[in-house]
């Protein structure tokens, strides 16, 4: 069997082969840096959901490390509990340019800034960035 690569539609020099081939390794480690006393970032990286959550924790806010561990935990939340189902809720409204697993992702995000909100709220804790990629 011979494969073909085909050019990606991004202005980059990568090529990639079709997704069928690509098999996906992931690993993940965060560090303090040389500033902080303590490490403020969150990771997830879950095969099972094909999920992968980075966390940044703001440095100089209180409790940073929390609001990262919430937003982790409320993406995976989401996105687990939105995976085999039908009846899936969308609180944000459904993007219909993006796909299903985009609006997954992108609806797990929002919710997870409206629980840090509401944490933040009760128990005066800082922020946390949380992108997503889809």
């Not at 990568?14 to 303590?38: H, K, N, Q």
Request: hydrophobic share 35%.
């Amino acid at each position: 069997m011979r494969l073909r690569a085909q050019k990606s539609t991004l202005q980059t020099d990568y090529w990639r082969l079709p997704s069928r081939f690509m098999a996906i390794e992931a690993f993940g480690t965060t560090d303090r840096g040389c500033v902080r006393d303590e490490n403020e970032d969150r990771i997830l990286v879950d095969d099972s959901l094909g999920l992968y959550v980075v966390c940044d924790g703001m440095g100089g806010s209180k409790h940073g490390e929390i609001a990262a561990e919430v937003a982790v935990g409320a993406v995976r939340y989401y996105i687990d509990s939105s995976r085999d189902r039908y009846d899936v809720s969308w609180p944000f409204g459904y993007a219909f340019e993006l796909s299903l697993d985009a609006n997954r992702l992108a609806t797990g995000v929002r919710l997870a800034n409206r629980e840090i909100w509401r944490t933040g709220e009760q128990s005066q804790i800082g922020r946390a960035s949380c992108r997503e990629r889809v």
